[in-house]
């Protein structure tokens, strides 16, 4: 279960009736409603959704000789 903040009630809530959602920037987010007032409510996650290392791009402590 996801919480967030309400602007409406300036309160910490539990959101219900949340879904994971992809912004066009790539990163996780949650829509959904406040349980006392009915507001949308709307979390941005950490990390980008699919976000794998790409290959060849390791950033790891190879020694080059």
């Known amino acids: 279960m ?5 602007v409406k009630c300036k309160a910490r809530q539990p959101i219900t009736d949340a879904a994971e959602e992809v912004m066009k920037n790539g990163r996780k987010a949650v ?3 406040c349980p006392a007032c009915g507001a ?11 976000a ?4 060849g791009n390791d950033t ?3 020694s080059v000789g």
Do not use: D, N, Q, T
């Open 2 to 6: 996801h919480e967030g903040y309400c």
């Open 60 to 62: 790891g402590a190879e």
């Open 40 to 50: 949308v409510m709307f979390k941005i996650l950490g990390g980008k959704a699919g």
């Open 52 to 55: 794998s290392p790409e290959p």
């Open 31 to 33: 829509k959904g409603k």
